[in-house]
């Protein structure tokens, strides 16, 4: 058996890690020293089985419908293997005309509008008046007329206006040009792709909601100086599991519910508290992808989002309220420290009891001698 300082489930990690921002949160566990190492369970509280009693069919629905968004998220083989149809996918391409050709189109069209749009900012009088040729006075230069105003100044108006027109050749070149750069012509190909018919997806619709289906990955990891091999649960892979020496943690997906976020409060509770859980569970055994399903509160699906576990922290660093990772891993580490200290019988049948509870000021750890033991005669046979 490969040596390590702890093995446990990582949902335990999980509790301990979020401690310093989940304070009134109990939990209660159990540990063992067996062979150097120490193997920790976790146990079900009087206050967590009065809570499970208690729980209203509203949370179980809720529950619930966590459940079903994994089921109809997975499929039981790879999305290489669907039943594939072909369709006929249009592409539309764009025959541009000569670019100097409807450049100088342009250049002529814009002038056109430039002289049209001073004419239109002119009184109407001007723009209907007769043409006047302009006169011009002893020094050469157009003549003006003034009319003074009540304050005593003068306004100038002159009697020169200046009429152009566009020609019917540089009309057509305009005409032309906008014609042949809208000219598309369309193309169609064949393409394939999944059949959403296939048997494998639409049976997810009706399929059962089996809670006791799961797939549990082993993983190791470090924390300070603490090895730790670790047993989790994996929601689905991207990729079929390739044989060993292949590393698939890097395929491996997390699938999350949660209330679809309406408020800044919303927001704000999301991040201080469900991305923290989220964040640790998938950062422990290095699961790199969380897809969340956004509901409402009727159990619709809104919207989906894809979170990649390194680039959480970010998400919430520097917001008010917000989480530590540095905090969370140095306070497993000292937790970890601490119970080395005093979990020091070596003994498959002595078991300690590690208790955070109310008032929730110190985590307590009680010697139980030969209750409560875990470690099964099996397993101590195949690993004595």
């Not at 239109?120 to 006075?137: C, D, F, I, S, T």
């Not at 792709?193 to 190791?220: F, H, K, M, S, W």
Request: negative net charge.
């Amino acid at each position: 058996m490969t040596q390590a300082n702890f093995i446990c489930y990582r949902g335990i990690l999980t509790k301990i890690m979020c401690t310093p921002y989940s304070r009134n949160e109990p939990w209660e566990l159990g540990a063992t020293l067996y062979k150097g190492t120490i193997y920790i369970e976790e146990h079900v509280s009087a206050e967590k089985r009065q809570n499970a009693t208690g729980t209203n069919e509203r949370h179980k629905l809720m529950s619930y419908w966590g459940y079903r968004f994994e089921t109809i998220c997975n499929i039981s083989k790879p999305m290489s293997k669907l039943r594939r149809i072909k369709t006929k996918k249009r592409h539309a391409t764009t025959t541009h005309s000569d670019p100097e050709t409807e450049a100088e189109a342009l250049t002529q069209e814009e002038q056109r509008n430039q002289i049209k749009d001073g004419e239109e900012e002119r009184a109407p009088e001007q723009q209907q008046g007769p043409k006047v040729e302009p006169q011009l006075n002893s020094d050469h230069e157009p003549k003006t007329k003034s009319r003074k105003l009540d304050d005593g100044t003068a306004a100038v108006n002159s009697d020169a206006s200046v009429v152009c027109g566009m020609s019917k050749d540089t009309a057509e070149i305009a005409t032309s040009a906008r014609l042949e750069s809208s000219i598309a012509e369309s193309e169609t190909e064949m393409v394939e792709t999944i059949d959403l018919e296939d048997p494998e997806l639409t049976g997810r619709l009706d399929g059962i909601v089996d809670t006791n289906l799961q797939y549990c990955t082993v993983a190791r990891t470090k924390i300070g100086q603490n090895s730790i091999i670790m047993g989790a649960e994996v929601d689905c892979t991207s990729e079929p599991k390739k044989p060993a020496p292949h590393n698939p943690l890097s395929n491996y997906i997390e699938l999350k519910t949660s209330r679809v976020i309406s408020s800044a409060r919303d927001q704000g509770n999301f991040e201080r508290h469900k991305l923290l859980k989220f964040w640790a569970q998938s950062f422990l055994p290095g699961i790199p992808t969380i897809i969340v399903g956004f509901r409402d509160d009727d159990g619709n699906v809104v919207t989906v989002e894809t979170f990649r576990t390194m680039e959480i922290p970010r998400l919430v660093r520097g917001k008010d309220g917000a989480w530590d990772t540095t905090i969370c891993i140095n306070f497993l580490d000292g937790v970890f420290n601490f119970l080395r200290k005093i979990v020091v019988v070596d003994d498959p049948e002595v078991t300690y009891t590690i208790r955070w509870a109310y008032p929730f000021k110190a985590i307590e750890v009680e010697f139980a001698s030969k209750r409560n033991k875990f470690l099964t005669d099996r397993f101590l046979k195949r690993w004595s």
